[in-house]
Structures are given as structure tokens and as C-alpha cells.
């Protein structure tokens, strides 16, 4: 089993910075590949971020490129979100998520086998 414990929300005003951490423990997952979604209220969970542990490849929603960066720290087993330039869009509940292989999708949340609890982000205007 594996648990995935994020922090790092919290309140900002637009154009501000926050940095999310994912860390990971239990049985490794570093085959595959993990995941940062969001969801806010009365709206779909949607892929924000994704990077494989291996190589290090990245994947961005459209939303957020240019503004966020995806990284990981293979010995630490922790996955971090780097958020600049927030906008009150970005507002949501922020879901770390692990999947143990890596099969070519990022969006599909069906297809991760481990999810966070969950953090809030919130960017006033």
C-alpha cells in the first residue's frame, strides 16, 4: 500500500506563489508516474500536472503552463508543485495522485492507483 500525504495550500492573492509537496510512502511507486489534480466546487477533477519518476518527463494542462512546474526528488520520494502567477481560476482542492505504471495517459484519474487527501489553494483577487 501506498500513502500520499500533500502540503503546502493555503491562502494567496492573485499573481502570488505556492509550493505543493506530495510525499510518498508505503511501497514505492517509482516506476511509474504521479500526478497533481485539482477540483473545484460543482466542477470536474481535472489533470493539472504529471511527471514520470523515471527520465523525468513532465506533462501540463494548458491552464497552467508557463506558470506551474512539476519536479521530484527520486530519494525522497516527494513530488512538488511549484505555482507562480496564481490566478482566482486556480482555486480548488489540489490532489496529489500515484500511478505504479506508466501507460502513456495523464488526464484519466481512473487510471491512478493512489490519491492524497487533498489540499486547498485558495487566490483571492
Known amino acids: 500500500q501506498v500513502q500520499l500525504v500533500e502540503s503546502g495550500g493555503g491562502l494567496v492573492q492573485a499573481g502570488g506563489s505556492l509550493r505543493l509537496s506530495c510525499a510518498a510512502s508505503?511501497?514505492?511507486?517509482?516506476?511509474?508516474?504521479m500526478g497533481w489534480f485539482r477540483q473545484a466546487p460543482g466542477k470536474e477533477r481535472e489533470i493539472v500536472a504529471g511527471i514520470r519518476w523515471s527520465g523525468g518527463s513532465t506533462y501540463y494542462a494548458d491552464s497552467v503552463k508557463g506558470r506551474f512546474t512539476i519536479s521530484r526528488d527520486y530519494a525522497k520520494n516527494t513530488v512538488y508543485l511549484q505555482m507562480n502567477s496564481l490566478k482566482p481560476e486556480d482555486t480548488a482542492t489540489y490532489y496529489c495522485?500515484?500511478?505504479?505504471?506508466?501507460?502513456?495517459?495523464?488526464?484519466?484519474?481512473?487510471?491512478?492507483?493512489?490519491w492524497g487527501q487533498g489540499t486547498q489553494v485558495t487566490v483571492s483577487s
Open positions: 495522485a500515484a500511478k505504479e505504471t506508466y501507460d502513456g495517459t495523464w488526464s484519466i484519474a481512473g487510471r491512478y492507483d493512489y
Open positions: 508505503g511501497r514505492t511507486v517509482r516506476t511509474g508516474a
